[in-house]
């Protein structure tokens, strides 16, 4: 449901308004009878999710000669890849 008010009672009113807004109201701000605003509910931050593409460990700096043969081998006892 859309409330409208009257800039000159929102200014009384604000506090009031906005527990509306955030209960899921639209408030319709307007000076003579033109609206000139609106009040919602602010929407919930959005968590970005973590790089799961190439590069996405980049930030933990170049692998060691070491680290990177040890990367390349595979485990001793793991089973012989067959394609």
Do not use: C, K, N, Y
């Not at 899921?24 to 000076?31: A, K, Y």
């Not at 930030?59 to 890849?81: C, I, K, V």
Request: net charge negative.
């Amino acid at each position: 449901m859309t409330i409208h008010v009257d800039i000159a009672r929102s200014q009384a009113t604000l506090a009031e308004l906005a527990a509306q807004a955030e209960q899921g109201e639209e408030i319709v701000l307007s000076r003579d009878g033109h609206a000139v605003a609106v009040i919602r509910a602010a929407e919930a931050p959005v968590q970005p999710r973590p790089s799961l593409r190439i590069g996405g460990l980049a930030h933990l700096g170049p692998l060691t000669d070491e680290e990177a043969t040890l990367f390349l081998q595979p485990e001793a006892d793991s089973p012989a890849r067959q394609d």
